[in-house]
């Protein structure tokens, strides 16, 4: 449980930094005039392979090599921006909530479904298992 809340605490100040300079960036991108979901994808493409070094070395301090978890980490933050794509546009567009809320909302959301992709599944046991069995 320890471990687990460590790896959180170190996980949240990775993605507290990144995801306040992101919105600050996405509100400044859809001020400038980039519709809401450019915006959200280019800052999620960025914020995705930025936060992978922090994450696999400090948060979750993965010795494995990046060929084998960064397909891993790719793919969980796939999930994580098509369900943030889906919802912006089931809230902003349909619904007609205004954008800047349901992002802000949708950061949180998404954070806490990537930290459990990463603690159980790309950099989870099962990923320390398959480098020890590659090498």
Not at 101 to 115: E, G, H, S
Request: aromatic content about 16%; cysteine-free.
């Amino acid at each position: 449980m320890r471990t687990t809340l460590s790896q959180f605490l170190r996980f949240a100040i990775v993605g507290v930094a990144s995801n306040a300079l992101g919105f600050l960036w996405y509100l400044l991108l859809t001020w400038l005039g980039l519709g809401p979901k450019s915006a959200m994808s280019l800052l999620f493409l960025i914020g995705t392979l930025q936060t992978f070094f922090f994450n696999k070395r400090w948060s979750f301090q993965h010795d494995g090599p990046d060929r084998l978890v960064l397909p891993r980490y790719l793919l969980a933050y796939g999930v994580g921006y098509l369900f943030n794509l889906t919802m912006l546009i089931l809230l902003v567009d349909y619904a007609h909530y205004p954008h800047a809320p349901v992002q802000a909302i949708m950061i949180a959301t998404v954070a806490v479904l990537m930290f459990l992709l990463q603690k159980f599944w790309v950099f989870g046991p099962s990923s320390t298992h398959s480098a020890k069995v590659s090498q």
